[in-house]
C-alpha cells in the first residue's frame, strides 16, 4: 500500500512569506503528527492530529499551526517565516498512537532565505 | 518541558561488536517507541514499550523500558554494517519527545 506522501519535497521560501505543507497519511490512519528536524535541535515535535482535531502541540510558536481534513490528510501552515524555519519537516501517520508506530514520509525541506 | 536524554551521541564499533545507546528522562515517560534513521533517510519505527520493565527483542535488537519508567535501552547484537544510522526514542505522552539520537557507525 502506498506510504505516506509529503508534498512539496523541496521548497525555497523568502524571509516573511508563508508556506503551507501537505501530507497524505496512509489510507485508514487517523492519527496525524507533524516534526522539525535540523542539525541543531534534533527531531522536534509540532503537533497531533487525530480525526480532524489537534490532540497535542509542541512549543512552537503561534506562526505555525495546521489542520486535519475529513479524509485524514493534514496541512501544516508557517506564517512570517523566518531564516531559523529551514529545516526537513517530517510528517507521519499512525492507526492510533497507542500500540502503534508511526510511519514517515520522506519530508518538505524548506529552505528559507 | 520533558526532555529526553539519549546516550552516546555517536558510537563507532567495529562490525561484530556489540552497541547499546540509552534513553533517559527526569520525569517518567509515557510510551516509550524507538526509530532508525538511515543517513538522508526518514525514521522507520522499530518497536514500542508501554509497560514498566518490558523487554521486547527483535532478531539482533534488544528493547527494555525501565522498571520506573524512566529510562529505555537499545542494544544491537554482532552489528552489521546494515545497522548504520540514527536511532531514536520518542516518548509518546501528551506531547512527543524525540531522544536526541544516537549515529552509529560500523566499521567493516
Known amino acids: 500500500k502506498a506510504g505516506v506522501t509529503q508534498t512539496p519535497r523541496y521548497l525555497i521560501k523568502t524571509r516573511g512569506q508563508q508556506v503551507t505543507l501537505s501530507c497524505s497519511p496512509i489510507?485508514?490512519?487517523?492519527?496525524v503528527s507533524w516534526y522539525q528536524q535540523t542539525p541543531g535541535q534534533g527531531l522536534q515535535f509540532l503537533f497531533e492530529y487525530f480525526s480532524e482535531t489537534q490532540r497535542n502541540k509542541g512549543n512552537f510558536p503561534g506562526r505555525f499551526s495546521g489542520r486535519q481534513f475529513s479524509n485524514s490528510r493534514s496541512e501544516m501552515n508557517v506564517s512570517t517565516l523566518e531564516l531559523g524555519d529551514s529545516a526537513l519537516y517530517l510528517c507521519a501517520s499512525s492507526l492510533n498512537r497507542i500500540g502503534y508506530g508511526y510511519t514517515f514520509g520522506s519530508g518538505t525541506r524548506l529552505t528559507v532565505v | 518541558g520533558q526532555q529526553v536524554m539519549q546516550i552516546p551521541q555517536y558510537q563507532h564499533v567495529q562490525e561484530g561488536e556489540d552497541f547499546t545507546t540509552y534513553c533517559n528522562s527526569s520525569t517518567t515517560l509515557s510510551n516509550i517507541q524507538w526509530y532508525k534513521q538511515r543517513p538522508g533517510g526518514h525514521p522507520v519505527f522499530l518497536i514500542q514499550l508501554v509497560k514498566s520493565g518490558e523487554v521486547k527483542k527483535q532478531k539482533r535488537l534488544t528493547f527494555q523500558f525501565g522498571e520506573a519508567k524512566k529510562n529505555s535501552s537499545l542494544h544491537i547484537t554482532a552489528t552489521q554494517t546494515t545497522d548504520v544510522g540514527t536511532y531514536f526514542c520518542l516518548n509518546t505522552g501528551n506531547q512527543f519527545y524525540f531522544g536526541t539520537g544516537t549515529s552509529l557507525t560500523v566499521i567493516p
Open positions: 489510507s485508514g490512519h487517523r492519527s
